[in-house]
């Protein structure tokens, strides 16, 4: 049974860094593509970063780029988001979504695995 672990999170202040880990259990972990995602308050689930199956295509949304930056240690089959500059407005909990084979989406649909959710939180 495939399972993703997350690892990582917890409080800092704006402008601190932070790293997340995404890892897979019960499959090949290279086979999987890896989309991060985050969902505040009463808010929509968005997408924030993702990482295609096997090789290193990438996708990131615009509120991240050049802030974030997704990556994969194949050997460990663990996807990181590596997390620059936060700001407040980062606070959510923040999921890794997996598919097999799959493309870096931005849609939390095309993603059949979940993480447990860990939580972010940035204070000014």
């Known amino acids: 049974q495939v399972q993703l672990v997350q690892s990582g999170g917890g409080a800092v202040q704006a402008g601190d860094s932070l790293r997340l880990s995404c890892t897979v259990s019960?499959?090949?972990?290279?086979?999987?593509?890896i989309g991060w995602f985050r969902q505040a308050p009463g808010k929509k689930r968005e997408f924030a970063a993702a990482?295609?199956?096997?090789?290193?295509?990438?996708n990131y949304a615009d509120n991240v780029k050049g802030r974030f930056t997704i990556s994969r240690d194949s050997t460990k089959s663990t996807v990181y988001l590596q997390m620059n500059s936060l700001k407040p407005e980062d606070t959510a909990v923040f999921f890794c979504?997996?598919?097999?084979?799959?493309?870096?989406?931005?849609?939390?649909?095309?993603?059949?695995?979940w993480g447990q959710g860990t939580q972010v939180t940035v204070s000014s």
């Open positions: 990482i295609a199956w096997g090789g290193d295509s990438t």
């Open positions: 019960g499959g090949t972990g290279s086979n999987y593509a």
């Open positions: 979504g997996g598919r097999v084979l799959g493309a870096a989406s931005s849609s939390p649909s095309a993603y059949t695995y």
